[in-house]
C-alpha cells in the first residue's frame, strides 16, 4: 500500500497484520482524492475508523492544514503512528484512541472541513453516523466509504467503483460559521 498522490506519492504505508483492517484501495483513494480536489488544500480533517490512517495521510500529501485520526484497535494505531512518523507529518496529526461513534458525538458542529468515515463494510455503524451527522453536521464534507449494496441516504454525489462505493455528503454552511472560534476536541490525543 502507498500514497498515491500529492507530496508524498509513490511513499509506502505500513499495514497492520490484521485481518479486520481493510485499507482503502488505491483506485478508490484515487477516485476520492480526485472528488475532493477543492476542499483538501488548507482543509481541518478528521479520518474516523482510521485503521492505518491512508485517506488522512493523502489528505495532508494534497495540502490538507491537519488531520485527526481516531482508531482504537492496538494493531492499527501501532502502524497508524509509524506511518505518520515515516512521513514526518507529527506536526499535522493527532491520533485518538477513541471509538468512533461517540468521538463524532461529542463533536461541535462545523469543526472539520472534510471528513472521512470507512468503517468495516458488514457493519451498521456508517448508518448511525450518518444519520448523527444529517441531525447535527460536525463537518462540512463527510465522504464515506462502503459496499455497494449497503444503502444510504441519499448523497450529494455517489461514484460506484466495482464493488465499492463512495457517498459523499455535503452540509448547507453555518451563518455564523466565520464568526466562531476554533474549538478545540475535548479529548485529548495520544502522543505518536
Not at 54 to 60: C, K, N, R, Y
Not at 91 to 107: I, N, S, T
Not at 127 to 146: G, M, N, T
Given at each position: ?46 479520518d474516523l475508523f482510521a485503521g492505518t490512517g491512508a485517506l488522512g495521510l493523502e489528505a ?19 502502524a497508524l503512528q509509524a506511518n505518520i512518523k515515516a512521513l514526518r507529518v507529527t506536526e499535522k496529526a493527532r491520533v485518538y484512541k477513541k471509538d468512533a461513534l461517540p468521538f ?89
Amino acid at each position: 500500500m502507498r500514497i498515491v498522490g500529492g507530496k508524498f506519492g509513490g511513499r509506502t504505508l505500513t499495514s497492520p497484520n490484521d485481518f479486520r483492517v481493510r485499507p482503502t484501495a488505491e483506485p478508490v483513494r484515487v477516485k476520492m482524492m480526485k472528488l475532493l480536489e477543492a476542499d483538501l488544500p488548507d482543509a481541518r480533517v478528521l479520518d474516523l475508523f482510521a485503521g492505518t490512517g491512508a485517506l488522512g495521510l493523502e489528505a495532508i500529501s494534497r495540502g490538507a492544514k491537519y488531520v485527526d485520526f481516531v482508531e482504537f484497535r492496538p494493531a492499527s494505531l501501532h502502524a497508524l503512528q509509524a506511518n505518520i512518523k515515516a512521513l514526518r507529518v507529527t506536526e499535522k496529526a493527532r491520533v485518538y484512541k477513541k471509538d468512533a461513534l461517540p468521538f463524532a458525538d461529542a463533536l461541535p458542529p462545523d469543526r472539520y472541513d472534510v471528513a472521512f468515515a470507512d468503517p468495516p463494510y458488514e457493519s451498521r455503524m456508517l448508518d448511525r453516523l450518518i444519520e448523527r451527522w444529517i441531525r447535527a453536521p460536525w463537518s462540512k464534507v463527510l465522504v464515506a466509504e462502503h459496499a455497494v449494496a449497503h444503502q444510504l441516504p441519499r448523497a450529494a454525489k455517489y461514484v460506484r467503483l466495482e464493488d465499492t462505493a463512495i457517498s459523499i455528503y455535503r452540509a448547507a454552511p453555518l451563518p455564523d460559521a466565520a464568526s466562531r472560534p476554533p474549538v478545540v476536541p475535548t479529548v485529548a490525543p495520544i502522543a505518536p
